[in-house]
């Protein structure tokens, strides 16, 4: 993502620094961390409390929504490039599970042997952010593998101007030594966390589940759940789910079928935007991936 020529905000923005400085907690970049420090939206109303000017400014907000496109773009490339790398290390290892039948990836019970429909643990994962402009950020990740969990947060405010995104995906990748023909990809789970905006901020959350086809360069995908905000919203979700989309599998190919968590936020000029899966427990988990 190219670097953005930032504007001078003054002493709006140098006071926002100052006060999230002086909070030392508030900005913050921990990775793995499963220890909950706040409640479900304790930080983002401190960033909204110190916003000094919550007027909303349509231009503003149309600069902080070119600005969230962006970023919601890099985090969508980031994603499909660690999928990818993913499944190249695991290629290299000469260590690539086979399934010809069924496949049963959940959180309770681990067997890894061929012709198998016993149920499996997710075996690969990771995580990635960026960060671009100038502006007090949070960025808090975790996954937890024998849970099938991700974790995600990315808060930006109260004030500045810039983008900045994070995501975690987690999932099975196996190759396929069955039948040819369709299959119906079915992930069941729970998701819980927040989406805010105020002012000058934009935010967005995708969940998803995400199948790819490594041999054939084809993604399935289908929504779990995606909310945006801005320029004033406060979204909340603690929800089950049980989606499924409809892949074509082929003997020979390998396949990442996975739970993704996607978080993207902008700021232009005074203004709080969050995407945040991770504090008070929150995260997205699945309990069954079947085929």
Not at 237 to 260: A, R, S
């Amino acid at each position: 993502m190219k670097k953005m020529k930032t504007p001078i905000i003054g002493v709006m923005f140098i006071s926002a620094v100052l006060f999230l400085t002086a909070a030392a907690s508030l900005v913050v970049t921990a990775q793995n961390s499963t220890a909950d420090a706040y409640n479900l939206g304790d930080q983002e109303k401190l960033i909204i409390h110190s916003i000094t000017n919550s007027t909303y400014d349509p231009d503003n907000l149309a600069k902080a929504q070119e600005l969230l496109e962006l970023q919601k773009a890099q985090n969508r490339k980031e994603i499909a490039a660690s999928v990818n790398a993913s499944y190249n290390k695991l290629k290299a290892s000469g260590e690539l599970p086979i399934v010809t039948d069924h496949l049963d990836v959940s959180g309770s019970t681990v067997a890894t042997v061929e012709d198998s429909c016993l149920p499996l643990l997710a075996d690969h994962h990771d995580e990635g952010r960026s960060v671009s402009g100038a502006m007090p950020y949070i960025i808090d990740q975790a996954y937890v593998l024998n849970k099938n969990l991700i974790r995600n947060k990315v808060l930006v405010g109260p004030a500045g101007v810039g983008s900045a995104g994070a995501w975690g995906w987690v999932g099975y990748t196996f190759m396929y030594d069955g039948k040819p023909g369709p299959a119906n990809v079915v992930m069941i789970g729970h998701i819980y966390g927040l989406t805010t905006a105020l002012a000058g901020g934009a935010s967005n959350s995708e969940i998803d589940l995400y199948v790819y086809d490594h041999t054939d360069v084809t993604e399935y995908s289908t929504s779990i759940y995606h909310q945006g905000a801005g320029p004033a919203g406060w979204y909340e979700v603690n929800e089950d789910f049980n989606k499924g989309v409809t892949v074509f599998l082929y003997p020979g190919h390998v396949y990442t079928m996975c739970l993704q968590v996607d978080g993207s936020t902008s700021v232009y000029g005074a203004g709080e935007a969050g995407s945040n899966f991770f504090d008070g427990g929150a995260g997205a988990r699945f309990t069954s991936l079947k085929f």
